[in-house]
């Protein structure tokens, strides 16, 4: 297991300095996504953003963040605001770990008789 982690690690630290700096870009817009609320629960949630080690942590969070957007400001918006965040996460990821496009939201599904 470990040496599958230091794998993965080594895929993100290829990039250098360029890496890290994307990595605490996606982390700095997660945490704008967040915002300031008191509630106990955004606390936690920014203190796992802001202690993820790496970029798997950071694209694994985006579901709490989904979670507790969806709270605040409505399914709707906060679908847009995980697509941005997304995007920023392009060429970070290990090929397993990439957005599949959903059928769901291009064509739909031919409805059978």
């Known amino acids: ?39 106990p629960n955004l606390q936690l949630l920014e203190r796992r953003i802001r202690l993820a080690g790496d970029v798997q942590g950071l694209w694994y969070l985006r579901g ?11 399914e709707s918006a906060a679908r847009k605001k995980i697509q941005k965040l997304t995007s920023l996460f392009d060429g970070m990821l ?7 496009s959903s059928p769901l939201g291009s064509e739909r ?5």
């Not at 993965?8 to 300095?17: E, P, R, T, W």
């Not at 709490?64 to 409505?74: E, H, I």
């Open 1 to 39: 297991m470990s040496s599958i982690s230091s794998l993965l690690g080594s895929m993100c630290a290829a990039g250098g300095d360029g890496a890290t700096n994307r990595l605490e870009e996606i982390r700095q817009a997660m945490l704008e996504c967040v915002g300031t609320s008191g509630s």
């Open 64 to 74: 709490d963040l989904m979670v507790a957007l969806s709270a605040m400001q409505g």
């Open 94 to 100: 290990p090929p397993g770990l990439c957005s599949r």
């Open 109 to 113: 599904r031919r409805v059978q008789r």
